[in-house]
């Protein structure tokens, strides 16, 4: 089963390569587990979404 994940522009194929779904959103969470941006320009998202990871 392939994983989603978001990740630079640049790095998709890569990603695709490894088996990954790429997606191409500010942020992601993986199975309430995982927070990933694509770029530093998402860091207030990801922040928000880290805390709420970590207030549950």
Do not use: H, R, W
Request: with cysteine.
């Amino acid at each position: 089963m392939a994983k989603v994940a978001t990740v630079i522009t640049k790095l998709f194929e890569d990603m695709e390569n490894a088996g990954a779904n790429y997606q191409d959103d500010e942020v992601y969470v993986c199975q309430n587990q995982l927070v990933m941006s694509c770029t530093p320009d998402d860091l207030p998202a990801f922040n928000q979404e880290l805390l709420k990871l970590l207030n549950k």
